[in-house]
T-cell receptor, first 116, second 115 residues
Framework: DTGVSQDPRHKITKRGQNVTFRCDPI?????LYWYRQTLGQGPEFLTY????????KSRLLSDRFSAERPKGSFSTLEIQRTEQGDSAMYLC??????????????FGPGTRLTVT | QKEVEQNSGPLSVPEGAIASLNCTYS??????FFWYRQYSGKSPELIMS????GDKEDGRFTAQLNKASQYVSLLIRDSQPSDSATYLC???????????????FGQGTILTVHP
């Protein structure tokens, strides 16, 4: 257990519905990354927050996707008008600046999304 | 050419053998490299990080890095059935400019250790 939690762990939704996922990092983790992983592939970067600022977004993050980290603690990832191609594992990873090995990212358990 | 490539699997080794997993990367400026283990249905778990050329050992795991050849490997000694998983190689895009340390992963190599 890395101390990073994600909710829900599983989500089944119908095409066209909106979904929201939450990530709770360890309190002192100021860097937060979202990744998406499809079957048989490695995780792909979606977006990055440093504290509450969203500093980088992947081209994978279409305008149907939005992410927030309002107080620099937990983060949410919302997908609007879901499509079957959105079915994947959504992973949150965090680390923190100021200690040794600050480049290591620790993943939460992930949210598995199935769009029917 | 993919940014991070791993040797195609699956890889099957007998219990007690050495498993060798390989990874090449295209960004010559990368400085930080990681190996993650992922069990089926679970999230990636960090097992090794390496930043300097040479070998880094941690228990039964040894990571090897050769920046000139843009090559990273992971050796698992005395392989156990519990080591059966997908192993992911990840390269960090070092912070600076428009990059903030995101990881680029290979597609993973499935390892099976049979009794």
């Amino acid at each position: 257990d890395t101390g990073v939690s994600q909710d829900p762990r599983h989500k089944i939704t119908k095409r066209g519905q909106n979904v929201t996922f939450r990530c709770d990092p360890i309190s002192e983790h100021n860097r937060l990354y979202w990744y998406r992983q499809t079957l048989g592939q490695g995780p792909e970067f979606l977006t990055y927050f440093q504290n509450e600022a969203q500093l980088e977004k992947s081209r994978l993050l279409s305008d149907r996707f939005s992410a927030e980290r309002p107080k620099g603690s937990f983060s949410t990832l919302e997908i609007q008008r879901t499509e079957q191609g959105d079915s994947a594992m959504y992973l949150c990873a965090t680390n923190w600046v100021g200690v040794t090995n600050s480049y290591e990212q620790y993943f939460g358990p992930g949210t598995r999304l199935t769009v029917t | 050419q993919k940014e991070v490539e791993q040797n195609s699997g699956p890889l099957s080794v007998p219990e007690g053998a050495i498993a060798s997993l390989n990874c090449t990367y295209s960004d010559r400026g990368s400085q930080s490299f990681f190996w993650y283990r992922q069990y089926s249905g679970k999230s990636p778990e960090l097992i090794m990080s390496i930043y300097s050329n040479g070998d880094k050992e941690d228990g039964r795991f040894t990571a090897q890095l050769n920046k000139a050849s843009q090559y990273v490997s992971l050796l698992i000694r005395d392989s156990q059935p519990s080591d059966s998983a997908t192993y992911l190689c990840a390269v960090r895009h070092d912070a600076g400019g428009t990059s903030y340390g995101k990881l680029t992963f290979g597609q993973g190599t499935i390892l099976t250790v049979h009794p």
